[in-house]
């Protein structure tokens, strides 16, 4: 089993009028999701940390793993033979799991060709934002794959607007820019960190120094929530499920449609 520790940083900034931003250390594993992993993760199986398929890959809670990104990869074309396919998320602690964004990522020669960003929100919606250029050439760092948002994810913007994916991953780094842009709104969000072989020491040490792994980031979540809501950020109410699972960036037209 390929997998690494991503000990992160999270930053994110609120475009327009309202000005609003943070930065948070977070913990993500890059895996190849084999069965051999260091005593303290396991997959599909309880433990300190966690990799649960029925948590990745196609509707949320319902999900199947890696076998889900293959037949993504497959109606789009994607030659795979010589592929590495990886998943890039923060893993579950304990019993708790919530994670904003994960990214199935198709890597040809250590370079990444397509990958899918698997959006949850906080009302317990998914959609998956599959990003690649038409001739499955390599992603490179600066690169602007443009999607269009489908899904409320904060209550403070609207589904309106598009994402801005500039997807840096190399040998070493995680270096990967988030714009959403509607109009003078939005939010720049970015996640950076070094890529490290993941072992017991390492996830007991992000244990330690952050508790509580998924629910650590859920009340992170709400307490920025409260905090714009003292900013008098214009708040939305609730909005329907997607109607679609995955929607394919304006840079890639589907061999299937």
Not at 2 to 8: K, N, R, S
Not at 238 to 254: T, Y
Request: hydrophobic share 40%; with cysteine; glycine share 8%.
């Amino acid at each position: 089993m390929m997998l690494e520790h991503v000990q992160a940083q999270t930053h994110h900034a609120r475009r327009g009028a309202l000005r609003h931003a943070f930065t948070y250390g977070v913990d993500y594993v890059l895996s190849d999701l084999g069965d051999a992993a260091p005593w303290l993760i396991s997959r599909n199986r309880f433990n300190l940390w966690s990799i649960w398929d029925r948590h990745h890959g196609g509707p949320r809670g319902d999900g199947r793993g890696v076998g889900w990104f293959r037949e993504v990869l497959l109606r789009r074309g994607f030659a795979q033979e010589g592929a590495q396919l990886l998943l890039l998320t923060q893993p579950s602690f304990l019993w708790f799991h919530f994670n904003p964004v994960s990214f199935w990522i198709a890597m040809v020669d250590g370079r990444p060709r397509a990958f899918v960003a698997e959006v949850n929100n906080t009302f317990g919606h998914r959609h998956c934002y599959f990003c690649a250029h038409e001739d499955f050439g390599p992603i490179a760092k600066g690169d602007r794959l443009v999607s269009e948002k489908m899904m409320h994810v904060s209550p403070f913007q609207s589904v309106n607007g598009q994402y801005h994916f500039d997807f840096g991953i190399d040998e070493t780094e995680i270096d990967i820019r988030i714009s959403y842009k509607n109009g003078d709104q939005g939010v720049v969000a970015t996640l950076s960190g070094s890529r490290r072989p993941a072992s017991s020491r390492s996830l007991l040490w992000a244990a330690l120094r952050r508790p509580l792994g998924a629910l650590r980031v859920l009340g992170l979540i709400h307490f920025e929530a409260v905090i714009l809501f003292a900013k008098r950020a214009p708040f939305l109410k609730r909005q329907p499920a997607p109607e679609l699972l995955i929607s394919d960036s304006q840079n890639f037209v589907s061999a299937d449609k």
